[in-house]
């Protein structure tokens, strides 16, 4: 236990000084086709104390999902989790799995993290995902989030 809150830590630590943010890709041909060799993320704005939290959600073909959260204090960076360490045999990932379904273009997924899920439904378009969250630790609810998609091969971590 020690050892994954020593990495999650670490991971916040290293987070905090990047975030996820990078020039939007161009768009595949794939309308409503969910991709794997990537990550969804979700860029919000800068909040008055030039804070943000960005998401980023990484598929699997087996109906599973992981989830990171990306603090972001400068408004220029440039940084993306990686397939090396965002995957779900990592730690502390492994530990964390949710899973989604996708039904004619439309997807429900639940993701976890040490405080609790979040529940997501919402729509799978060309290389991206429009989703309405609610947390079930707080209560707090999103809608009509945009996570982009970003494919590995793309991004510079």
């Known amino acids: 236990m020690k050892r994954t809150a ?6 916040t630590l290293a987070l905090s000084l990047f975030g996820c943010e990078a ?4 768009p595949s041909e794939a ?7 990537g990550i969804y993320c979700y ?7 030039g804070l943000t939290n960005n998401y980023a959600l990484r598929f699997y073909e087996d109906g599973t999902v992981i989830h990171a959260s990306v603090e972001q204090r400068e408004k220029d960076s440039t940084y993306f989790p990686s397939a090396s360490w965002f995957n779900k045999e990592a730690e502390p990932y492994a530990d964390l799995l949710g899973s989604y379904t996708l039904t004619s273009g439309s997807i429900t997924l639940t993701t976890y993290g040490q405080l609790g899920s979040v529940d997501y439904q919402g729509t799978v378009l060309t290389d991206r995902l429009v989703l309405n969250s609610r947390s079930n630790a707080n209560g707090y609810e999103v809608t009509g989030s945009e996570y982009v998609f970003y494919p590995f091969d793309e991004i510079q971590s």
């Open 43 to 49: 860029i919000r704005d800068f909040d008055y104390n």
């Open 31 to 37: 309308a409503g086709v969910l991709r794997y060799d």
């Open 6 to 11: 020593f990495f999650l830590l670490g991971l």
């Open 23 to 26: 020039p939007e890709p161009a």
